[in-house]
């Protein structure tokens, strides 16, 4: 199972950066997409990024926001958020591509869920 992290409270406007990474396993050549659930919703593709990092996806409501980058060298997956907003409050879930379709948004696509990491934006 996959495992994401670098959650915390933090105030409208600022930043944190996700972390995820593989617990005993490599991510392989598989892409790699984040997702979130809060109270209120179900839960929701944010980004993907392919295997060879060229190709990435984000969802149109953080889109100019968060960056997703990978590094895999240390068998990492990175989620930057900049500009936060209280509506991105939300527990946040990282997970490998059953397919090489990273842009493809659909839950059924991924698997690998692990626990989560809780993003609180709020002042």
């Known amino acids: 199972q996959l495992q994401a992290s670098g959650g915390g409270l933090v105030q409208p406007g600022g930043s944190l950066r996700l972390s995820c990474t593989a617990s005993?396993?490599?991510?392989?050549?598989?892409?790699v997409a984040w997702f979130r659930q809060s109270s209120e919703k179900e839960r929701e593709f944010v980004a993907a990024?392919?295997?060879?990092?060229?190709?990435?996806s984000y969802a149109d409501s953080v889109k100019g926001r968060f960056t997703i980058s990978r590094d895999n060298t240390k068998n990492t997956v990175y989620l930057q958020m900049n500009s936060l907003k209280p509506e991105d409050t939300a527990v946040y879930y990282c997970?490998?591509?059953?397919?090489?379709?990273?842009?493809?948004?659909?839950?059924?696509?991924?698997?690998?869920w692990g626990q989560g990491t809780l993003v609180t934006v709020s002042s």
């Open positions: 990024i392919s295997w060879s990092v060229a190709s990435t």
């Open positions: 005993g396993r490599t991510f392989g050549r598989a892409p």
């Open positions: 997970a490998v591509g059953v397919t090489g379709r990273y842009y493809d948004t659909r839950e059924n696509n991924w698997n690998g």
